[in-house]
């Protein structure tokens, strides 16, 4: 019995060193233009389940997937099989926007405070909520904060990782961040949220049309035309689309655009390439598309 437990302890402990800081080509591997890495998420929620999985979080999950947003909220993600870690790594890295949620038995996870560690170390922007819990509880460690870090020391659990913990935690507690005790503070916070994600994915669609008449249909169409096509030919990697003047190709992709774009890291539209070249501008379009990239 003995050797099983401290077995399982030993694994955990490997699995949370596994948890090391994003390399330059961590992130290169989910550049939205692989094929074979899965598609970056815009929000990455950190969260103790028994506290808030079917409270907060879940509204916060819900709201922002509602708008299109790809939400990154452990176990409606994961997948039995998948490798823990390296799932949880490319959802943190790839991530636009972290949301740390400080509850009352949050400490208590591991999970969470290595989590909190990774999210810190990638330099993403990370939203902390307080939830039922102070910020001085945990830039301070105190009550159930305390008593976690207590049991850790006393059984000799995660020793070499506690410290770094407590500065994530300390350093956490500064960044400005939502407080959450009542309903209708947690409305309040829900609507702050999506102004942040909003703000953070810089997304702000394109202007279409003035009255579109069957764009979802063409967009499906061509999706599916497209997905057909690059399953046979799968090093495809750009579309162009031929037609008669003004029946409406401009008009197709900035809808396709819109319906995509929050589903990447990065992306860019550029008008009018036509006219660019004709007034030698290629290499200002050019400067845009890294920039946006
Ligand atoms: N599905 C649609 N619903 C409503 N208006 C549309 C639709 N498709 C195109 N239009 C309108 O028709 C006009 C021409 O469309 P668009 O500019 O997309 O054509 P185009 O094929 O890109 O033309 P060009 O070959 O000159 O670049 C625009 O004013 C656009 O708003
Ligand atoms: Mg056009």
């Known amino acids: 019995m003995a050797s099983t437990s401290s077995q399982s302890e ?23 233009t692989s094929s074979s890495s899965p598609l970056p998420y815009n929000v990455f929620i950190n969260h103790r389940g028994p506290d808030v999985k079917h409270k907060l979080a879940t509204d916060i999950y819900n709201v922002l997937t509602n708008m299109g ?14 490798f823990f870690p390296t799932e949880l790594q490319q959802a943190m890295s790839s991530s636009s926007l972290h949301l740390a949620i400080f509850s009352p038995t949050y400490a208590k996870s591991p999970w969470c405070l290595a989590e909190l560690s990774f999210m810190l170390k990638t330099g993403t922007p990370i939203i902390p909520i307080f939830y ?19 049991e850790y020391e006393e059984k000799g659990r995660y020793i070499h990782k506690l410290e770094e913990w407590k500065k994530a935690l300390c350093d956490v507690s500064f960044y400005k961040g939502e407080i959450v005790n009542t309903d209708e503070e947690k409305r309040k916070v829900l609507k702050n949220i999506v ?9 702000v669609p394109l202007e279409v049309a ?3 008449v069957g764009l979802e249909e063409l967009v499906a ?3 599916m035309t497209v997905s057909e096509f690059v399953k046979i030919h799968s090093h495809v990697q750009v579309v162009g689309i031929w037609g008669m003047g003004g029946s409406g190709k ?18 860019s539209f550029l008008f009018d390439i036509r006219n660019a070249a004709k007034k030698n501008e290629l290499p200002k379009m050019q400067m845009q ?5």
């Open 132 to 150: 039922r819990v102070k910020p001085e509880d945990i830039r301070h460690l105190k009550g159930t904060y305390a008593d976690s870090f207590l």
């Open 10 to 32: 030993i694994e955990i402990v490997n699995v949370f060193d596994a948890l090391a800081p994003p390399s330059a080509s961590a992130f290169a591997s989910t550049s939205a």
């Open 250 to 267: 401009t008009t197709l992709t900035k809808e396709l655009y819109n319906k995509k774009c929050s589903f990447m890291k990065n992306s």
């Open 289 to 293: 598309l890294l920039k946006d990239l």
């Open 221 to 223: 169409d061509f999706e």
């Open 69 to 82: 947003f790809k939400v990154f909220l452990a176990s409606q993600d994961l997948h039995l099989g998948d």
């Open 195 to 203: 102004n942040r994600v909003l703000e953070v994915t810089n997304i």
């Open 210 to 212: 003035k009255y579109p």
